[in-house]
C-alpha cells in the first residue's frame, strides 16, 4: 500500500515542485502536473478499492495515514475534482488572460493545496489533520487573487482572517479533546490518533466531550461556511479564479464537514449524539436558510453558485443530524455536490471570459452564444436544485425521509419551503442568462471545445448517480455511514 | 514542589493575559508590537516554568521555539510592517476603549465558567490558569472583530495563537512535540501569508483601515 499512498499524496507535491522549477515556466510543466493529478485520482481508487474489499490500508509511524470508507470516498471526490482543476486550470498553454508568471502561481498552489486536503482526509491523526486543515487556507488563500483586484484582495483578506480564527478555535476543542483523553489513559505516541480516540471515548468526561466538540463545530463550521460563519464564502468564492472555486466549493468544504463528521462520531461514543444532533440541525437550518433568502436578488451568477454552496452544505449538516439515513444521505448529497459545484464554476469560467461581466444582469442569450456550455450550465442547475434523473434529487429525497423517520416533520416542512425558495429563484435567474438577446460585442461559438469534454464528464456522472448506476458508490457509501454512526 | 509550581504557573498565565487586555486600551501599532512582544516572552517563561517542573524536554524545546519566533522574529517583523505604514492608530474602533475593557471583564468571567468542567477534571498543580488561557482567546476574538486596522488584526490573531499554546501547555503539559513543530509552522505559514494579504491591501487601497473593504458587502 506504501506506493499507492506515495502517489496518492505525493503526485500534488511532485507536479508542484515541477511548476517551481520550471524557470521560466513552460506549458510542459503544467501538462505533467494533469498527468500527475490524474495518478493521484487512480491511487484515491485504488484505495478505495481496498476498502470495498475489507481492508483499512495504512501508512506511517504510528499508522499516521489510515484510510476508511470515509476517508476514501473524500479522497476520491477531492482527487477528481483536483483533476478537473489541473486539466482545465491555467499554465496549459493557449491562454489569453494569464501571464506565465499566473499560470505558475496556480500551479504551484492549487496543488499544494490539492495536496493538504487529501493529507487532511487520510490522516490518522486529529492534530495532523488539523495542521492540515489549516495549510489548505494558507495555500488557497494566495491564489485568490490571482488577478490583482481590489475586490479579490479583499476576499483575500476576509478569507484568510475568517477562516484562520475559525480553524484556531477548531484547535482549541483539539486540545480539550486530547486534554481529556490523556487524563484518561496517559500520553502516549498513538494519543490523538482517531482509533485510540474511539476506542476511549466511551470512558471521556461527558461535560469534557461537549465543550471540545462546541468549538470543532464553530471552527470547523467557519471553513465548512456554516452560517453564521460563513460571511467570507461567497465573496472568496466569487473573486477566486474559476478553477480554484471549484476546488474551495467543491470539495473543502467538504473537508471542513469531514473533520465535523469526525469528531462527531467520537462525541457519539462518548455523550450520545442528542447534543451534537441537536447542534447540526439548528447550523444547518440557519444556513439553508440564510443561503435560500440571499439567492433571492442576487446580482452575480458566481456569487449565486456561492450561495448555492452554503445553501448546500447546510443541508449535508442537516442530514449528519438525522441518523443513519441522514447520514447516507448527506454522503451522498456531497458526492453529488461535488460534482456538479465544480463542473459550475468551471462553467462559469467560460462565461466570464466570453461576456467578461459576472453580472447576471450582463448576461443573456447564452443558449446561442454557447450552446454546448449553456446546455450543461442549465442541467447543473437542474441537478443543483435537485430535480430527477439528477443524482441529489435521491440525496435531497432520502434526508426528507430521514427527516420523518427520526420525527422531525416540522423541521422538515421549513426545509421544503426554503428549498421551494432556492428552486424558484435558482431557476429564474438562470433562465434569464439562457434565453433573450445576445448583448453587444459578444461572439458566437464555444471556443475551446476540448475543455468541454471533462464537463460533459461530469454532467453524465450526476445523471448516473440520479439513475441509481452507482452500486460501488453505495456500498462506499454503506461503509462510511457505519464509520459515522459507530 | 506543588505549590510554589501552581504559583508561578498561575502567575505566568496572568501576564500573559493581561498583555493582551492592553490591546483593547492602548490605540497605537507600536504599543500593540509591544504588548505582543512581552505578551510571547511571558508564555515562553510560562512554558518554560512547567518545563522544569516536570522535566520534560520537549517542553523546553517548545519554549525556545516560542520565545525566539513568537518573542524575536514575528515582533521584528511586525515592526517592519509599521515602519512601512507609517504607525497605525485605532482612533474610531467599533467598540470604544472604555465598552471594550467591561466585555474583556465579562469575556474572562465567561472563560471561568465555560472552563469549569475542564478544571474540575484536572488533576494538574497548572489547572487553574486554564481559565486564564481561555480567557485570552475570548479577548483577543474581541480583538478581532473589534478594531478596524488589518495590523490590529493580525496581532490579535497572533495572540489568540498564544493563547491556545498556553491552554495546551497548562491543560496537557503540551501536545506531542512534532505535532507542535507542525502547528507551528502553519502559524508561522499563516502569518507570513497575512502579512502577505496586507503589504496587497496597503498597496491597491492605499490604506489598512479594513471599512475600506466593504465592496462586497451585497
Redesign the interface.
Known sequence: MRLTFLALLGSPVLAALLAALARPYRAWAGAAGAMLSLLSLAAALRLAGRVLAGATPTWGPGEMMRVDALSALLAVCVSFVAALAAWLGPGLGRDAHYGPGQARRFRIFSSLFAFTMLAAVTAN?V??M??AI??T??TS??II?LT????S??????Y??IC??GI??A??GT??G???Y??LAG?S?S??NWTSLMAAAPAM?P??VE?AFVFILIGYGTKAGLAPMHTWL??AH??APAPLSAMMSGVLLAVALYAIIRWKAVVGAAVGSTLPDRLLLVLGLASLAIASLSLVGQ??YK?LLAYSSIEHTGLMCLGLGLGPLGAFAALLHLVNHAVAKSMMFFLSGRILDRYRTTELGGVSGLLRAMPVTGGLFAAGMLALVGLPPFGMFLSKFALVRAGFATGHPWLMAAVLALLLIAFVALLSQVHRMLYGALPDGVAVGEGNRWGLVPLGLCAVLLVAMGLGGFGLLQALLDRAVEVTAR | MGSLFAQLAVMGSSLVLIFGLLLLWRRGSAAHIAAFTAQSVALAATVAVIARFTGSAELWVVAAMFLAVKGVVMPLLLKRMERRFGESRELDPYVNTATSLVIGGLLVLFAYIVTRPVVEVSQLPTRAGMPLAMGLIFVSLLVIISRKKALTQVIGFLMLENGIALLAALGTYGIPLIVEVGVFLDALMGFLVMQIVVYRIQQTFESLDIEQLNRLSQ
Open positions: 491523526n492534530a495532523v488539523w495542521v489549516e495549510a487556507t494558507i488563500a494566495l487573487p490583482v483586484s481590489k475586490a484582495v479583499e476576499a483575500s483578506w476576509k484568510i482572517l484562520s480564527v484556531a478555535l484547535f482549541v486540545v480539550l486530547y486534554f481529556d490523556i487524563h500520553e505516541e494519543a490523538l468526561h461535560r469534557v465543550l461567497p465573496d466569487a473573486e446580482r452575480h456569487r
